[in-house]
Nanobody, 126 residues
């Protein structure tokens, strides 16, 4: 059973930076594209960023483009999301997810991901 575990969330001030991580159990290496989503209280889960299997292709939500970088270390089975210039509206639980289909391309919709982590809380104070 594959498990995804996010870490690195916390309470930061507006303008700060934060890097969150997602480690996948098992030797999956670079077989799956990965994504980050977030969900704020009372709102639907929304796409944040995605990365291809080898890290050569990435995609960002408009609200994160220019302020964040998604990356991965396949040797460590870990995906990262570096977020800069954080805003109070970035406050949410951030989830990492793995594509449902092995060797598939990146995707921006939640229903194309099959495995999800438990999430890590990011709170940005004003």
């Amino acid at each position: 059973q594959v498990q995804l575990a996010e870490s690195g969330g916390g309470l930061v001030q507006a303008g700060d930076s934060l890097r969150i991580s997602c480690k996948t159990s098992g030797r999956t290496g670079g077989s799956y594209a990965m994504g980050w989503f977030r969900q704020a209280p009372g709102k639907e889960r929304e796409f944040v960023a995605a990365i291809s299997r080898n890290g050569g292709s990435t995609s960002y939500a408009d609200f994160m483009r220019g302020r964040s970088t998604i990356s991965r270390d396949n040797a460590e089975n870990t995906v990262y999301l570096q977020m800069n210039s954080l805003k109070p509206e970035d406050t949410a639980v951030y989830y990492c997810a793995r594509r449902a289909i092995v060797y598939s391309t990146i995707a921006r919709t939640a229903d194309e991901y099959a495995q999800w982590g438990q999430g890590t809380q990011v709170t940005v104070s004003s």
